[in-house]
């Protein structure tokens, strides 16, 4: 019985993965959202320990499910792919630094448009002149956050689709329900109304050049969740010390981007060469 139980876990694995990601970190933030759509403060929001602890969520069920398919071995084997750190320095360079550049390119579009304004930091916003002070804490906290979301979506998720699937595939799936993760959180901020529906469709979309831009890091890295991580780290860092822009204009340089590496490097792997994963 036990025996027939992690065959079937092992045969549907990713599809519980997706599943038990989106079942139990909505459990957890939908009540959060409505309660604070209601004036009320809840137990559950992001802001505290339930809350936050759900941001863990797809490493933690990525966590259990290698162990209960793979045995003993499977959260040594999950967790091998961290070691991979001997790439090229670009990749290095492209993770932690993309998202500072691409932030600094559209500013400079807007202005060279006449669209000038002001972009408040959230770090600044928040601490003021302690901002500095606040820093390596973000840093801190941005770490273990980025590393469990990535233990997930590219550390047991994608591996798993590219087995079956090509990598523009695996991305699209992966960029809808790591967008659709996202909308409870998004709807608690304030940034999606609740009956917004045409807005979620807009936001889950908006997910699906950076997951492209993930699965080339992670097909060209032999498969570093180190490097997936780092990236993960960049664009939190980017958008805490620096904000986010009041214009689009980001958005479709991003597109731009990623839809010029899936035509350099096929949607077949989006690399040329090959991993094992």
Not at 170 to 183: K, N, Q, R, T
């Amino acid at each position: 019985m036990i025996a027939r139980s992690s065959h079937w876990i092992n045969r549907h694995q990713i599809g519980l993965f997706f599943l038990l990601v989106i079942t139990l970190s909505w459990a957890v933030w939908i009540p959060a959202a409505l309660a604070k759509i209601n004036g009320e403060t809840s137990p559950l929001a992001p802001e505290g320990f339930i809350g936050g602890l759900a941001r863990w969520t797809p490493g933690l069920v990525a966590l259990i499910l290698s162990a209960l398919t793979l045995g003993r071995d499977g959260a040594a084997r999950l967790l091998r792919p961290l070691k991979m750190w001997r790439v090229p320095v670009f990749w290095y360079i492209f993770a932690l630094g993309f998202q500072m550049v691409l932030f600094f390119s559209a500013k400079w579009i807007d202005g060279l448009l006449g669209n000038t304004y002001q972009v408040s930091a959230p770090l600044a916003a928040v601490y003021g002149p302690r901002a500095a002070l606040m820093a390596p804490v973000v840093v801190l906290f941005a770490i273990p956050g980025s590393f469990a979301e990535e233990l997930g979506w590219r550390g047991f998720a994608l591996p798993g689709l590219q087995k079956k699937a090509n990598a523009l595939w695996s991305s699209l799936v992966i960029a809808f329900f790591w967008g659709a993760w996202h909308i409870p959180l998004a709807i608690y901020f304030g940034t999606l109304e609740p009956n917004d529906f045409g807005g979620y469709f807009l936001s889950i979309m908006g997910f699906i050049p950076t997951a492209l831009l993930y699965t080339w890091i992670y097909n060209n890295t032999k498969g570093s969740l180190l490097l997936v991580t780092l990236f993960h780290i960049g664009q939190q860092l980017s958008n805490n010390f620096l904000g986010e822009l009041p214009t689009v204009t980001d958005d479709i340089l991003l597109w731009i981007v990623a839809g010029t590496i899936l035509a350099i490097e096929g949607g077949q792997r989006l690399s040329r060469r090959e991993h094992n994963s």
